[in-house]
């Protein structure tokens, strides 16, 4: 874990921010996935409207990291923070709409009489919910080397969402009448897959943050 230099409240408002609109994502794919195994439509409903919540506060996100870009001019390490930060909550933005797309293809599937089993998927949302934690961590603590061991994790994600995917295929061509079903399911565990792509993304930018250095970890 790598010391910036001596704390900037505005910055340390952009980090808290960030910080903030992940919590916000990991709840989405939280609710996303319960709102799937539970039949719980309002809470898939809901997933859907607090993605404009989530817009909303990377939009403010934004406007402060440019803020400081334009007030204070950073330069070296304060500006790999900065611009870190601002990538970090981008990231978040679009992974918040990779929950919102599980929502909205879960909402149909709760009112079918019967369906597939959701072990996998549901482990599937587990362990992307995890890496979105965790790295959330890493960010808030600065811990470039914890963020690349999140990363290395990526392998465990991409394991579980081809079974996903041999299991929805083998289930269609048992089951041809839940095609429907399978194929809403295999655009869940693909969107989980992409936030979990995201992941990746945020470990990188927290490397950048501390060395001001860019590396790829996927």
Request: charge should be negative.
């Amino acid at each position: 874990m790598a010391e910036l230099q001596s704390p900037n409240p505005e910055v340390a408002s952009l980090r808290d921010g960030a910080r903030v609109l992940g919590q916000m994502v990991a709840e989405a794919v939280a609710a996303a996935m319960e709102g799937l195994a539970d039949r719980e439509g309002d809470r898939l409903r809901q997933v859907v409207v607090r993605d404009l919540e989530i817009n909303e506060r990377h939009r403010q996100e934004r406007e402060r990291g440019i803020r400081i870009l334009a007030d204070q001019h950073p330069v070296g390490d304060r500006l790999h923070e900065v611009f870190g930060l601002l990538l970090i909550a981008s990231e978040l933005e679009r992974m918040g709409d990779h929950a919102k797309s599980c929502a909205r293809y879960a909402l149909p599937l709760i009112e079918l009489s019967s369906r597939p089993r959701l072990d996998s998927i549901l482990s599937l949302g587990h362990y992307v919910e995890e890496q979105v934690t965790d790295i959330l961590s890493a960010v808030t603590t600065n811990d470039s080397r914890r963020a690349q061991d999140i990363a290395a994790r990526d392998d465990r994600i991409d394991r579980i969402y081809h079974r996903v995917f041999d299991d929805m295929v083998e289930t269609m061509r048992e089951r041809p009448d839940w095609a429907y079903p399978c194929t809403n399911l295999l655009l869940i565990a693909h969107n989980l897959e992409r936030i979990a792509d995201r992941v990746t993304n945020i470990a990188e930018d927290v490397v950048f943050m501390v060395s001001g250095q860019l590396v790829e970890l996927g």
